[in-house]
């Protein structure tokens, strides 16, 4: 399968908010609703910040939120912060019951 | 507190073989699916499979099917992944994380593996 499609790069200023969209198909993101995102620091591990579509994890910050229509996820944050630079990540169960990532998003916050 | 800890970085010679292991700790180990995360330098994640350590059923990305070998023993609460003959392509931090429903909701550390001559 092929990974899902994001922006590679999203910048936005101290407070403002922006958007991250991953496009799949209907064997992946439009087929069900276990679309995950991902933020990850330079040499870091992965963190999740939202599943099955729109979840936050407990100690997620309410900045982040996610929505999905048709075979398009979005990662909204909200109130951007210095700590919100990193890369995101899209992720979404498949129809061979596997997994795929989006290429990434690396966010800069100005 | 759930907990993956995972083996130490390794340098490998094209060819060679090579099994990194994944520890889980704080959880029942056997009740869910664990999973192994490729990234190559400078890249994006990429999926590579999943196996669950109660029955061994395991799950690879067709990128990957017959290119690696998922594996556990649960009775150390371990998952592997190996390769019987590495290349310089290998070259990557691999994570394993643990899958509950169908994200990735902890991750170890991950371990790099330098394959080179």
């Known amino acids: 399968q092929s990974a899902l499609t994001q922006p590679a790069s999203v910048s936005g200023s101290p407070g403002q908010s922006i958007t991250i969209s991953c496009t799949g198909t209907?064997?992946?993101?439009?087929?069900?609703?276990?679309v995950s995102w991902y933020q990850q620091h330079p040499g870091k591990a992965p963190k999740l910040i939202i599943y099955?579509?729109?979840n936050r994890p407990s100690g997620v910050s309410n900045r982040f939120s996610a929505s999905e229509s048709g075979n398009m996820a979005s990662l909204t944050i909200s109130g951007l912060q210095a700590e919100d630079e990193a890369d995101y990540y899209c992720s979404s169960y498949t129809s061979s019951s596997t997994g795929v990532f989006g290429g990434g998003t690396k966010l800069t916050v100005l | 507190e759930v907990q993956l800890v995972q083996s130490g970085a390794e340098v490998k010679k094209p060819g060679e073989s090579l099994k990194i292991s994944c520890e889980g700790s704080g959880y029942t180990f056997t009740t869910y699916w664990i999973g192994w995360v490729r990234q190559m330098p400078g890249k994006g994640l990429e999926w590579m499979g999943v196996i669950y350590p109660g029955d061994s059923d395991t799950r690879y990305s067709p990128s990957f099917q017959g290119q690696v070998t998922i594996s556990v023993d649960k009775s150390f609460n371990t998952a592997y992944l190996q390769w019987s003959s590495l290349k310089a392509s290998d070259t990557a931090i691999y994570f394993c994380?643990?899958?509950?429903?169908?994200?990735?909701?902890?991750w170890g550390q991950g371990t790099l593996v330098t394959v080179s001559s």
């Open positions: 994380a643990r899958r509950y429903n169908s994200h990735f909701d902890s």
């Open positions: 099955d579509v729109s």
């Open positions: 209907s064997s992946d993101v439009g087929g069900y609703n276990y």
